[in-house]
């Protein structure tokens, strides 16, 4: 059996509905809460798996994010080695419709770009959010610290989220980042009211 943590990070609250979701998961549950950076916070994430012998997968969910139930379980479902794999969540396009956080970069002008709103099962990709990121171990060794890091323009201007840093650094060492678009989970700061 696979042996997964479950880690999540805040500043302040973790959700309701994602309070309900760890509750009812199998795999043991973490919770990053210190007052620093989300940059902080998610290498904190991965310091408590290297700490311990007790997982060989990290799942990040977010504090705002309701995944399906049995996310975990359908993404370990033959996940080929060296592989990240993300049920990623709903966020909305410019136009107003929803999108999954999954995002294909065009070699061509260097930018990303969602993937197409009809796209089904599992696609590989270039970049998502962290929220619903199955991690194996091994990229952690593999990939020295920071996993985790905000860069900027020599004016200070923001280059790039914690994200877009991590996911460069995995396809660098090799690692494969798929999006799971059956098991688009629910952000709640993105939910139309």
């Not at 060794?141 to 995995?170: I, N, Q």
């Amino acid at each position: 059996m696979d042996r997964v943590l479950i880690s999540t990070i805040t500043r302040d609250i973790v959700h309701a509905a994602t309070a309900q979701w760890l509750c009812d998961q199998f795999y043991p549950v973490q919770i990053v809460h210190t007052p620093f950076t989300i940059e902080h916070n998610r290498n904190l994430q991965v310091d408590q798996l290297l700490a311990s012998d007790y997982a060989d997968w990290l799942f990040i969910v977010d504090n705002d994010t309701v995944p399906q139930q049995g996310t975990i379980e359908a993404l370990l479902d033959s996940i080929p080695p060296m592989t990240c794999r993300v049920a990623p969540s709903w966020a909305w396009a410019k136009d107003r419709r929803r999108i999954p956080m999954a995002y294909t970069l065009d070699k061509e002008d260097g930018l990303y770009y969602p993937v197409s709103y009809n796209a089904q099962g599992v696609k590989e990709v270039d970049l998502t959010g962290m929220s619903g990121a199955l991690i194996p171990r091994s990229l952690f060794t593999r990939v020295p610290r920071p996993w985790f890091k905000m860069t900027h323009t020599d004016e200070g201007f923001l280059d790039g989220t914690e994200d877009v840093y991590f996911w460069r650094k995995a396809k660098e060492a090799g690692y494969k980042i798929e999006a799971h678009l059956g098991l688009t989970a629910e952000h709640i700061k993105w939910q139309r009211i």
